[in-house]
């Protein structure tokens, strides 16, 4: 119903910049909310950003002030502009979209309310 592909990820040195896209296609006015995910190695997955249809976004605490998510309607695409990059950032970035609604933004940052994901893009911080 909702296809996600992220792209963008790759090699950066620390302090570097990178800037993440999720192409969504199929039902994508279903879309309440999308939503940035990552995985280290040994790691669980943890939130990153979300954005709901009405703009309302989220951060987690490790990326407040250095990433900012963005969403571009007429491409159906939203983007994660990730500056200061530390090697903790190093992990594999999962694009997610939710068909749920809720009142409040905060509902989204679990990530039980995504139904869509897409394949996940490899972002390494290393020098």
């Known amino acids: 119903q909702v296809q996600l592909v992220e792209s963008g990820g790759g090699l950066v040195q620390p302090g570097g910049s990178l800037r993440l896209s999720c192409a969504a296609s199929g039902s994508i006015f279903s879309i309440n909310a999308m939503g940035w995910y990552r995985q280290a190695p040994g790691k669980q997955r943890e939130l990153v950003a979300t954005?709901?249809?009405?703009?309302?976004?989220n951060y987690a605490d490790s990326v407040k002030g250095r990433f900012t998510i963005s969403r571009d309607n007429a491409k159906n695409t939203v983007y994660l502009q990730m500056n200061s990059l530390k090697p903790e950032d190093t992990a594999v970035y999962y694009c997610?979209?939710?068909?749920?609604?809720?009142?409040?933004?905060?509902?989204?940052?679990?990530?039980?309310?995504?139904?869509?994901w897409g394949q996940g893009t490899q972002v390494t911080v290393s020098s």
């Open positions: 997610a979209a939710s068909i749920k609604y809720y009142s409040s933004s905060i509902s989204y940052t679990g990530t039980d309310e995504y139904a869509y």
């Open positions: 954005i709901t249809s009405g703009g309302t976004t």
